[in-house]
Every structure is written in structure tokens, then in C-alpha cells.
């Protein structure tokens, strides 16, 4: 499990940098609202990190790859509501700045998607 989990994060690193990258993308140049902008940027990322989770770190030979994205999707849904609520409480309510929250937001939204599809999406 400990080496799934590295391996986990580091298709997350590359999720983040997607994830940020939109939602700079959104936010500073299309001027769209920070809270539509992250979650544009979540779910682009939550896509790119199902397929290279399911390559590599739980390397899945399921058949039902469409049933496997909508559960890993869910998954990332749920974290998605989790990492806005976070970003609230921070950049809202704590006046932190905006990315500083986003980036705590996904390290506690982290354990939340690996252990959830680690028991339930790939069934390692």
C-alpha cells in the first residue's frame, strides 16, 4: 500500500500542476468566478489522474473502465465539494490567500481520493 500511495502522489503532483494551471487559466486571464475556475480546474486534473492510476499505480486491468471513471469521478466529486469547502473557510473566512488555501485543500482532499479508491475504485 506505502508504495501505491507515493505513487499516488506523484500522479497527484502532475494533477496539481493541471489543476492549478486551469485554474490560473480561469480565474486570472478568462476572469470566471474562483470557485467555478477551481472546480473546472479539479475536474480536468481528476480525469488526467484516473487514467495514470489506473496505468500505473494500481495498474487495473478491469474491463469496466467507463463504471471505474464514474466511481473514480464520484470520488473526486465528493473531494471536489471537500477542497471548496476548505478553500471557503481559508481564503474567505481566514483571509488566507487564495492558492495557499487551494494547496492545503488538495493535500487533506489527497488522503480522502487515495483511500477511497484504494478500496473501492481498484479494489487493491
Known sequence: MFSQFIKFC???FTGMVVDFGITFLCKEKLRLNKYISNSLGFVTAAS???FLN???TFESHDPKIAAQYIQFVGISAIGLILNNIIIYLLNDKCR????LSKL????G???WNF???YFFTFNA
Open 104 to 107: 492545503v485543500a488538495i493535500g
Open 10 to 12: 506523484v500522479v497527484g
Open 54 to 56: 489506473r496505468l500505473w
Open 96 to 99: 488566507i490567500n487564495f492558492y
Open 109 to 111: 482532499v489527497t488522503l
Open 115 to 117: 483511500f477511497m479508491n
Open 48 to 50: 488526467s489522474n484516473y
